[in-house]
């Protein structure tokens, strides 16, 4: 066995770990079968020599008080244990029988031969190493995946079960999109390419290791605009909040700290097609951008659009407004089935209490719209500029 290491390394390339990890898997391995050929309350040391590319196992025993808790174990499950003697500690009126010089915290070692043991230790040898080496790369795959929690991952549809969870392949693992996570009036088929937020890695006693992904979340939507949006994703422009009814309606909040770039303009793009883009993905979720404002009252008149408010009186701590509202603006601003005024509320904070007015608000008039000025002939004005 004195070769083994050359073994781990190239088990280590083949399931694509590292060296190290290899390395730890084949330590844990040594010390579980040592375990297994002598005591369980045993304790076990490696050392490995990298340039001989040599093992030793060592059967450390630690010098304790004769009166020292540890000297015992309990054993045996609720209901029935007993203490037996632990084989990793020696009590020091004992150990000074051996060698009068030994203190309390000393350790003793002595070597243990693996190869002495034949077949046995082998075939133990071959199942701990096999169960420690998948146990590293579960370990570097969930790593892997946790630090990519946030971002959109694309997969393929691989089925969709009885409980109408859409199972995707992406990578090495499988997602699982639940009926909850999907928009609704989605449906997905085998085959089908997919594009979903990664909320969080898990392992699973019936699914293993697996990632549960959502496309309902305000952060897919935010992750999608950061794919389409360059802006965005330089941070030129900023997403400072979102909220969705998936499917229905979205309302983001978009800021930037360059005067010469529109963070709305950014985000819907030439003729919409930064924003249609997103909304298509979304299954034609409607997306409004509105400009942030670090004032509570603007922000929330903002968010209430299209409809105009007359005026708003803000509790900053008590996190509610209440906004004074013409007759013919109240359905706008409460929207079909509440929704406008729902995410209006989600994207603020603040708890919105609609109070109607009397009056009617006039429409603003665009500029472009006023009548074209009433043309002159009379040229009186340039004449010195022609003396």
Do not use: W
């Amino acid at each position: 066995m004195e070769k083994i290491l050359d073994i781990i390394e190239a088990i280590a390339h083949e399931k694509n770990i590292s060296k190290e990890h290899a390395i730890e898997a084949f330590k844990e391995a040594l010390i579980n079968t040592a375990k297994k050929l002598t005591n369980f309350t045993s304790t076990f040391e490696v050392i490995i020599d990298n340039d001989t590319k040599k093992y030793s196992i060592y059967k450390v025993i630690t010098v304790v008080a004769d009166d020292d808790e540890q000297l015992y174990v309990e054993v045996g499950k609720e209901g029935n244990k007993q203490e037996i003697e632990s084989d990793s500690f020696i009590a020091l009126s004992d150990a000074q029988e051996f060698d009068d010089s030994l203190e309390i915290g000393d350790q003793l070692k002595e070597e243990f031969i693996l190869e002495e043991h034949g077949r046995t230790a082998s075939a133990n040898l071959f199942r701990e190493l096999e169960y420690h080496v998948q146990r590293r790369i579960e370990q570097d795959l969930f790593e892997k995946y946790k630090e990519q929690v946030g971002t959109v991952m694309l997969g393929t549809v691989n089925r969709v079960d009885a409980d109408d969870n859409t199972h995707v392949e992406i990578g090495e693992l499988k997602g699982i999109l639940t009926q909850r996570n999907r928009i609704k009036g989605e449906k997905f088929k085998r085959g089908d390419s997919i594009r979903a937020l990664l909320r969080y890695v898990s392992v699973d006693p019936d699914h293993g290791l697996f990632l549960e992904l959502t496309r309902t979340s305000p952060k897919f939507l935010e992750a999608l605009m950061a794919n389409e949006v360059p802006e965005i994703d330089d941070g030129v422009v900023e997403i400072v909040a979102a909220a969705r009814i998936p499917g229905e309606r979205a309302k983001i909040a978009l800021k930037t700290e360059q005067m010469n770039v529109d963070p709305i303009g950014a985000a819907v793009g030439v003729k919409g097609v930064r924003i249609n883009a997103v909304s298509q993905e979304l299954n034609g979720e409607n997306i409004d951008c509105i400009e942030f404002s670090p004032i509570p009252e603007v922000f929330i008149t903002r968010a209430l659009s299209p409809a105009i408010s007359q005026s708003i009186k803000v509790d900053a701590d008590a996190k509610k407004a209440v906004v004074n509202i013409t007759s013919d603006q109240k359905a706008k601003a409460i929207g079909k089935s509440g929704i406008n005024i729902r995410l209006a509320s989600m994207l603020t904070g603040y708890t919105i209490e609609l109070n109607e007015i009397e009056g009617v608000t006039e429409r603003q008039v665009d500029s472009s719209e006023t009548s074209e000025a009433t043309k002159t002939t009379d040229t009186s004005a340039l004449e010195d500029l022609f003396r």
